[in-house]
């Protein structure tokens, strides 16, 4: 998507709930399938906000991701396949579009919390 399409889409939307990437769905989900790489981004926008999150099986912290809006929908990519992958704001504790693994999740795939 274009960057002005994707400005006026979040110009549109500014005043709705923003969805955010859920960390401990995706932490679930690889403990569960046990892919070899696992990508995230927006829907319609993973150009710009996608990237690795968890390879050789390990998280990644280091490609950049940008997993939170108001109009396109946070996704998890596990081995190819794509499926929705977010929380409403209000239902998570302080992540944002700029949370990356945080203490719950890791601690799902350590085994330190059940699934």
């Given amino acids: 998507m274009d960057s002005i399409r994707a400005f006026a889409m979040g110009q549109m939307s500014q005043d709705r709930e923003p969805m955010v990437f859920d960390w401990d769905?995706?932490?679930?989900l690889i403990k569960e399938r046990n892919p070899r790489e696992v990508n995230a981004g927006l829907h319609s926008d993973w150009e710009w906000t996608g990237g690795?999150?968890?390879r050789d099986g390990?998280?990644?912290f280091e490609d950049y991701t940008y997993?939170?809006?108001t109009w396109?929908?946070?996704e998890i990519e596990l081995d190819g396949e794509i499926e929705?992958?977010?929380k409403m704001k209000s239902e998570l504790p302080d992540w944002n579009a700029n949370t990356k693994w945080p203490d719950s999740s890791l601690k799902i795939l350590n085994g330190?919390?059940?699934i």
Avoid: V
Wanted: glycine letters at 0%.
């Fill in 84 to 86: 929705d992958c977010y």
């Fill in 52 to 54: 690795n999150i968890y």
């Fill in 72 to 74: 396109a929908t946070p």
């Fill in 58 to 60: 390990k998280p990644n």
């Fill in 112 to 114: 330190a919390l059940s």
């Fill in 25 to 28: 769905k995706a932490a679930r």
């Fill in 67 to 69: 997993l939170a809006s």
